[in-house]
């Protein structure tokens, strides 16, 4: 009851003008970010990052949750329009939606991803308001040794998550975490790997890893291409309305257990860290071809496909929620940004922020559930025809942009030259390990974390005078430590050596 | 093995050395200043020094395995990454550029200089010199009311007039 109380107090402080003002412009960014190929609704949170220090921090986490949703939606604008996915979570899409667009049925199939990107964000909002209070009842119970097991299985699940190479993987979340440890120890007052510089002792900042990461490192991957244009096929004048909406005839043949099943599937990812919208996307859509009944329409322009995958990704918006919240562990690259606006606003996550400051988030879970329920359809009616011409935008203009705004973002976080200097040093590290296939998400997330996994090994240590079976006689520990192990054998050794038919046909 | 092949390979033993060379320097820093175990406990060392052994064993490995794949070099593969990497380190050496100027000469003259550089590198109507510094101001101008006037956020100026 106190939970539902309060999340209605939620969508009453998302009613006034102002915040319900910045709701509006977070979710046209996220659309505008996401349907730009190249920008995603990450990019976005990170270059507001700087401004929500002169935001209000309910402001902020709206425009954040608006954002967020727009940018899980909106890219299979460009997935239909032009086959180029505008985020990674959109290559389902992207495969169904340009073989329709193909055929001359672009406008159903953005119709489509609407109606599964809507129905998706409802439930994994609703999800997120009534199960989060609940997990934050586990947390409770989780001690100290415990604390570092989770973040330990957490860190392992996202090197693993990123499908790419674990020891690429390992190297980017160790090189966070070595970032991370520059500055004042986590338990005493040392200064470790200043290097003689005095300005390191106070450590870094997470906005110019942040910023640098996600911004510099886009725009360096961007100017190697201007001499490739974008290159539109189909017609954008045939877009009409009327033809987004879907017929009831359509969606009986998807039929709502599709529905149903891609948000659940869409959450439970979300929760899992690190796995993200691409993950949720790829198994909903891999379970509703498993199960379909036309299999052979997959690839070939599948309605059933969209609303699989689209449902999952904007499901897993409210999933990725969770762990952040109440572990302070992000699901994905964006709820990593999210707890950087928490963090520098004083809010801790964990069962103290839904005790004492539950009012500060729960208008950004209305925030979430108003974008899928209103926002998306809104858009879609009134953008939709228009939606083309936002790939055709000059790079040149939008990029100087961004670059300012990147740049100029690392210096008002502190007013400090140093930390905007460190805002290009990491841009150039993430740009090359870019280049090189290293999971820039899993260096961010090395570098949130490993603070807190010091910690708390250094204390669950001292607990037991140094002893470190203490890891396994806790029982909260040994659970994490034990899906660990099951995680690594399952995922890491016993990898599968050959692709599946899905994998081949998707490439992915 | 084509040549774009081989400049990738290249890359993919650069890198994880560049890092290794920056774990050993990070790793002897851990080793010299503090004493990993002090009476039973883990001191401010014992984890960095954990990590930094973990990285070198992933680091080797990338090494290794990109090492076998190496074949040959050939001169081609060099330059279509030479060509590919021209345009990023324009960026960033006007990025750095512009971060040495941005206090001394102010917010609005420095950055309409760097986004008047950059529309450059990205390309932009390059045949008409007055169009890319209209852009220029205008993208300048937006950033300003952006941050000045929006969010209420002083930037640097040069005296009292930009």
Redo the contacts between chains.
């Keep these: 009851m106190e939970t539902l109380i309060g999340v209605l107090n939620g969508f009453e402080a998302l009613a006034a003008p102002l915040t319900f003002l910045a709701a509006v412009i977070g979710f046209l960014i996220g659309t505008f970010f996401a349907a730009v190929p190249g920008l995603t609704s990450a990019l976005a949170i990170a270059l507001l990052l700087p401004l929500t220090y002169s935001l209000d921090v309910v402001v902020a986490l709206v425009m954040c949750g608006a954002i967020f949703m727009a940018g899980m939606y909106a890219g299979s604008i460009t997935a239909t329009t032009i086959n180029i996915p505008g985020a990674p979570a959109n290559m389902m899409t992207c495969i169904e939606g340009y073989a329709l667009m193909k055929k001359g049925l672009g406008a159903r199939a953005l119709g489509h991803a609407a109606l599964g990107s809507m129905v998706g964000g409802v439930i994994g909002s609703l999800l997120l308001m009534f199960i989060a209070p609940l997990a934050v009842r586990v947390a409770l119970l989780i001690r100290t040794p415990g604390k570092f097991s989770l973040i330990l299985f957490a860190l392992i699940v996202i090197v693993i998550a990123q499908r790419k190479s674990f020891a690429k993987g390992t190297v980017a979340t160790g090189l966070g975490i070595m970032i991370a440890t520059i500055g004042i120890d986590v338990m005493e007052p040392v200064a470790r790997f200043t290097f003689g510089f005095e300005i390191l002792v106070q450590g870094i900042d997470m906005m110019p890893l942040i910023i640098g990461t996600f911004a510099i490192s886009e725009l360096l991957i961007q100017a190697e291409q201007t001499r490739q244009p974008v290159v539109i096929v189909g017609d954008g004048a045939l877009i009409r309305r009327r033809d987004f909406i879907p017929t009831f005839a359509e969606i009986r043949d998807i039929g709502p257990f599709t529905y149903l099943k891609g948000s659940i599937i869409g959450f439970l990812i979300g929760v899992l860290p690190g796995a993200g919208g691409s993950m949720a996307a790829f198994v909903s859509y891999a379970e509703a071809m498993r199960s379909s009944k036309r299999p052979e329409q997959y690839g070939d322009g599948s309605i059933e496909g969209i609303a699989a995958a689209e449902s999952a990704n904007n499901s897993m918006c409210g999933g990725a929620f969770v762990p952040m919240l109440t572990f302070g562990i992000p699901g994905d690259p964006t709820t990593a940004i999210v707890l950087g606006v928490l963090i520098i606003n004083g809010l801790q996550p964990g069962p103290m922020l839904f005790a004492n400051q539950f009012d500060l988030i729960s208008p950004m879970f209305a925030s979430l559930f108003v974008s899928a329920l209103v926002f998306i359809p809104l858009t879609l009616f009134t953008l939709g025809p228009y939606f083309i011409k936002i790939v055709t935008i000059n790079k040149a203009v939008l990029y100087s942009g961004i670059a300012v705004v990147a740049v100029v973002g690392g210096y008002v976080a502190t007013f400090s030259i140093f930390q905007m200097s460190l805002t290009l040093v990491f841009g150039v590290i993430a740009y090359f390990l870019r280049k090189q296939n290293y999971p820039t998400v899993s260096m961010l997330l090395g570098f949130i974390l490993g603070p807190d996994l010091e910690l708390y090994f250094r204390r669950g240590l001292s607990l037991e005078d140094g002893n470190p079976m203490v890891f396994l006689t806790s029982p909260d520990s040994l659970v994490f430590l034990v899906l660990t192990v099951v995680f690594f054998y399952f995922f890491v050794i016993r990898q599968p050596k050959t692709q599946t038919p899905l994998t081949a046909k998707t490439g992915t | 093995m084509s040549a774009k092949q081989n400049s990738r390979l290249c890359?993919?033993v650069i890198?994880?050395a560049a890092?290794m060379v920056i774990?050993v320097i990070?790793l002897i820093?851990?080793l010299r200043?503090?004493r990993p175990?002090e009476?039973?406990?883990?001191?401010?060392?014992?984890?960095?020094i954990v990590?930094?052994i973990?990285?070198i064993v992933?680091?080797l490995?990338?090494v290794w395995?990109g090492w076998r794949k190496i074949g040959p070099p050939e001169k081609e593969g060099n330059a279509v990454e030479a060509v590919?990497?021209a345009?990023?380190i324009?960026?960033?050496f006007l990025?750095?550029g512009?971060?040495a100027v941005?206090?001394p000469a102010g917010?609005f003259l420095s950055?309409a200089a760097?986004?008047l550089a950059?529309?450059l590198?990205?390309?932009?109507k390059a045949r008409n010199v007055f169009v890319n510094i209209f852009?220029?101001v205008i993208?300048?101008g937006?950033?300003f009311v952006?941050?000045s006037q929006i969010?209420?956020?002083r930037?640097p100026t040069l005296g009292w007039i930009i």
């Design positions: 890359g993919a890198l994880p890092l774990t990070y820093d851990a200043k503090v175990l009476e039973g406990t883990a001191g401010p060392a014992f984890f960095p990590i930094s973990v990285m992933a680091l490995s990338l395995n590919a990497l345009e990023p324009k960026v960033v990025t750095a512009y971060i941005f206090k917010y950055t760097y986004v950059l529309l590198v990205f390309r932009f852009w220029a993208i300048a937006v950033c952006l941050f969010f209420q956020i930037l």
